[in-house]
């Protein structure tokens, strides 16, 4: 059993950055963090590998968020720079079933309890 804690969400104008720490109790495989905004499905937005640290992003996110970890802490980050309206939602750290990056929440048994971010326009 491995739990996960995420922090670092809160309120940030469009335009301004924060970033998300997860905190794993345990050693995890790949790592993603997913969203989930009002009346959304929750969606992938980035994930990273542990041996080698490839990593994964949405499209929407590309250029704005790095997704990075640090095995030693088992820390899981999520940077956000360029934050805009619509990546409001709360975001959740996931650990992966695999060692690769999925997509899917089905590819991921550990969750975190969500962090919100609400980006105001």
């Known amino acids: 059993q491995v739990q996960l804690v995420e922090s670092g969400g809160g309120l940030v104008q469009a335009g301004g950055s924060l970033r998300l720490s997860c905190a794993a109790s345990?050693?995890?495989?790949?790592m993603g963090w997913f969203r989930q905004g009002p009346e959304k499905e929750r969606e992938f937005v980035a994930g990273?590998?542990?041996?080698?640290?490839?990593?994964r992003y949405t499209d929407s996110v590309k250029g704005r968020f790095t997704i990075s970890r640090d095995n030693a802490k088992n820390t899981v980050y999520l940077q956000m720079n360029s934050l805009k309206a619509e990546d409001t939602a709360v975001y959740y750290c996931?650990?992966?079933?695999?060692?690769?990056?999925?997509?899917?929440?089905?590819?991921?048994?550990?969750w975190g309890q969500g962090t919100q971010v609400t980006v105001s326009s």
């Open positions: 996931a650990a992966g079933l695999f060692t690769i990056v999925t997509i899917v929440p089905s590819g991921y048994n550990y």
């Open positions: 345990g050693r995890t495989n790949a």
């Open positions: 990273i590998t542990r041996s080698t640290g490839d990593t």
